[in-house]
């Protein structure tokens, strides 16, 4: 036989109360939640979801889109700028562009056509 002490025997003797306690209307489903499907916290909590989701993708497309002064191809906005050339030298002339009229290129005699 088991011995139980005085503490077990109080506890025993304090749940025996209370389940008695207990009905069987006690026990019965309880009515379903009436009101408002959406609490003013959940609301919020999109809300705030939102807002949260639109910071990130405004900070996002600042920092992936190239500012104005080095707007261009990505080689030119990685790369740095050429050397300066000597003050001395003379600048290269651009070559003249041909007008709509005027053939393009002249075959040379070696190229066939």
């Given at each position: 036989?088991?011995?139980?002490?005085?503490?077990?025997?109080?506890?025993r003797a304090a749940f025996d109360a209370r389940a008695r306690?207990?009905?069987?209307?006690?026990?019965?489903?309880?009515?379903?939640?009436?009101?408002?499907?959406?609490?003013?916290?959940?609301?919020?909590?999109?809300?705030?979801?939102?807002?949260?989701?639109?910071?990130?993708?405004?900070?996002?497309?600042?920092?992936?889109?190239?500012?104005?002064?080095?707007?261009?191809?990505?080689?030119?906005r990685h790369h740095p700028a050429p050397p300066a050339g000597?003050?001395?030298?003379?600048?290269?002339?651009?070559?003249?562009?041909?007008?709509?009229?005027?053939?393009?290129?002249?075959p040379s005699p070696s190229q066939p056509r």
């Amino acid at each position: 036989m088991s011995t139980r002490s005085p503490i077990e025997e109080r506890l025993r003797a304090a749940f025996d109360a209370r389940a008695r306690l207990i009905s069987a209307h006690d026990l019965s489903p309880a009515r379903p939640p009436t009101g408002r499907a959406w609490g003013t916290r959940r609301i919020r909590r999109v809300v705030s979801a939102v807002a949260v989701t639109a910071a990130a993708a405004a900070a996002a497309i600042t920092f992936l889109l190239p500012s104005g002064s080095d707007s261009g191809s990505p080689e030119r906005r990685h790369h740095p700028a050429p050397p300066a050339g000597d003050p001395a030298a003379t600048p290269r002339t651009p070559e003249p562009v041909p007008s709509p009229g005027e053939p393009r290129s002249r075959p040379s005699p070696s190229q066939p056509r």
